[in-house]
């Protein structure tokens, strides 16, 4: 069974400056019923990703800055949504 190449484009089309939409949507899910601790593992980069990630950018340097940039955007995102659900360290409700 053959591999298949992985393509990461040098411009990564994504846009890292309006990480509001992305929580936004998250809390929508949020408030239909879906759990914020499910949620928080769904926006969070794994640390098996990371360590990926981490293994490619030192392959092909010139990832590490998207790499890095999505990490930096995937934990504004978190933070965003926590301070939508009021996350305190302690199981929320919506009542």
């Avoid at 239909?32 to 098996?48: K, N, T």
């Amino acid at each position: 069974m053959a591999t298949m190449a992985q393509f990461v484009p040098t411009e990564v089309p994504l846009d890292f400056d309006v990480p509001q939409r992305e929580a936004a949507f998250f809390y929508g899910l949020f408030l239909r019923g879906h759990s914020a601790e499910q949620l928080r593992r769904d926006i969070e980069v794994p640390p098996a990703v990371l360590a990926k990630w981490h293994r490619e950018a030192e392959r092909e340097p010139e990832l590490r800055d998207i790499f890095s940039r999505m990490v930096e955007y995937r934990r504004h995102v978190l933070a965003i949504f926590d301070s939508l659900v009021g996350w305190d360290g302690q199981q929320q409700r919506v009542q």
